[in-house]
T-cell receptor
Framework: EAAVTQSPRSKVAVTGGKVTLSCHQTNNHDYMYWYRQDTGHGLRLIHYSYVADSTEKGDIPDGYKASRPSQENFSLILELASLSQTAVYFC?????????????FGSGTRLTVL | GDQVEQSPSALSLHEGTGSALRCNFTTTMRAVQWFQQNSRGSLINLFYLASGTKENGRLKSTFNSKESYSTLHIRDAQLEDSGTYFCAAGSSGSWQLIFGSGTQLTVMP
């Protein structure tokens, strides 16, 4: 069974502070993604990566950085957290970018910026 | 406009009954995936379809690329089916998955 683990499960941050969300996958997947979910809405892609040491921008990358130090690990970094970044963040992995490739999601991180 | 239009936005069912959720696409999609977000917030993939119909237990999904829609049928609904259901599709010109806004399903005793 595919496994994607996110940490922390929830976090409260102050405006202007730095936040790092972590994701670890044991699927041996090349592709990893960070999505954001706002209450009552679907998911929007922030950053993704298809190989270690490389990241790509998704649809809403502003205010976020990503880091892929290894195939298994993918981090999302908020250098200066803002109120508008309060949301639930999901990490996912897949074996490819073709839409035929099923996404496997982590359990999500609920971030509250005060 | 949105490329993936999901309906209804909310649905209530009594246990043992059934209904259908639908996603309409405004552009040609190559494949669709359906996910359930359960009460703990976890996203579980239910189906991937490039065409045709797939069935798994009480769930059945159809994807019609030519007519640009996909459906998810739930029969004999159970309390644990409650949650939010999302479709996500990939267009012919892009690898990215585009998510619908979800259908919040409540199954009542």
């Amino acid at each position: 069974e595919a496994a994607v683990t996110q940490s922390p499960r929830s976090k409260v941050a102050v405006t202007g502070g730095k936040v790092t969300l972590s994701c670890h996958q044991t699927n041996n997947h090349d592709y990893m993604y960070w999505y954001r979910q706002d209450t009552g809405h679907g998911l929007r892609l922030i950053h993704y990566s298809y190989v270690a040491d490389s990241t790509e921008k998704g649809d809403i990358p502003d205010g976020y950085k990503a880091s892929r130090p290894s195939q298994e690990n993918f981090s999302l970094i908020l250098e200066l957290a803002s109120l508008s970044q309060t949301a639930v963040y999901f990490c996912a992995s897949s074996s490819g970018t073709d839409s035929a490739e099923t996404l496997y999601f982590g359990s999500g991180t609920r971030l509250t910026v005060l | 406009g949105d490329q993936v239009e999901q309906s209804p936005s909310a649905l209530s069912l009594h246990e043992g009954t059934g209904s259908a959720l639908r996603c309409n696409f405004t552009t040609t999609m190559r494949a669709v995936q359906w996910f359930q977000q359960n009460s703990r917030g976890s996203l579980i993939n239910l189906f991937y379809l490039a065409s045709g119909t797939k069935e798994n237990g009480r769930l059945k999904s159809t994807f019609n690329s030519k007519e640009s829609y996909s459906t998810l049928h739930i029969r004999d609904a159970q309390l644990e089916d409650s949650g939010t259901y999302f479709c996500a599709a990939g267009s012919s010109g892009s690898w990215q998955l585009i998510f619908g806004s979800g259908t919040q399903l409540t199954v009542m005793p």
